[in-house]
């Protein structure tokens, strides 16, 4: 895996650090990056892009926004690993106490992540623990037949093997504390069992409504 950064200065640890897995998504790169600034715009965060041995113009779009954009961090596996394993990558060199995490094909809102930050920080207020995470649910997903019936299919084995009650564990939005994150165990497709690997560790899950666009 290689790495391209500017250099950092002041704390070492951000507010929150904000993952993104992409490969070969020349043309959703800097629109999904400006909104994501504007959504934490103020705020001490970043921006961790992994291209998952892209061979498209992705990574080179990457390096453009890398230089005009101080809160940018690309890594890149020269070799393509997955989603699970670009999100691993990221976050072991994420510097924030939260991380979100966002699909990087431009159907995730980037303004629904602070909405999950502060419905996470709620929860903590709330006493339902010190170490959680927020989840997207779609309330109106923009998919074809197909991918709705596959997703209800995952659902309802995740339900009966996994005892999962989130009702959406495919949505790729999502707040979580760093610490906790560390602590899930990982495998390919680690991703898609989320709230199941939160509770697993000890920690807590709610959900709340986030947008949705068409691919």
């Known amino acids: 895996m290689t790495s391209s950064t500017r250099k950092h200065t002041g704390s070492t640890e951000l507010e929150i650090s904000v993952i993104v897995p992409v490969m070969n998504e020349a043309g959703n790169i800097r629109p999904l990056i400006d909104e994501i600034c504007t959504a934490f715009s103020g705020r001490a965060f970043e921006v961790i892009y992994v291209d998952d041995a892209s061979t498209d113009d992705g990574p080179a779009e990457m ?3 890398m230089r005009d954009i101080a809160q940018l961090r690309v890594l890149r596996h020269e070799k393509r690993a997955g989603q699970s394993a670009a999100i691993r990558s990221a976050l072991h060199v994420a510097r924030g106490h939260l991380i979100g995490v966002l699909d990087g094909d431009g159907q995730n809102v980037p303004a629904d992540l602070p909405k999950l930050e502060t419905a996470l920080q709620a929860a903590v207020a709330d006493g339902q623990g010190t170490l959680g995470m927020a989840a997207g649910i779609r309330a109106k997903r923009q998919d074809s037949a197909k991918r709705l019936l596959a997703s209800r299919a995952a659902r309802w084995i995740r339900a009966r093997l996994l005892a999962d009650t989130h009702p959406d564990s495919g949505c790729g939005t999502k707040v979580l504390h760093r610490a906790l994150f560390l602590q899930l165990p990982f495998f390919n497709h ?9 509770t697993r560790q000890g920690g807590f899950v709610i959900g709340a409504a986030v947008a949705h ?3």
Do not use: D, K, T
Not at 190 to 198: A, E, G, T
């Open 63 to 65: 390096q453009q926004a």
């Open 213 to 215: 666009r068409e691919r």
């Open 190 to 198: 680690m991703h898609r069992f989320m709230p199941s690997l939160v």
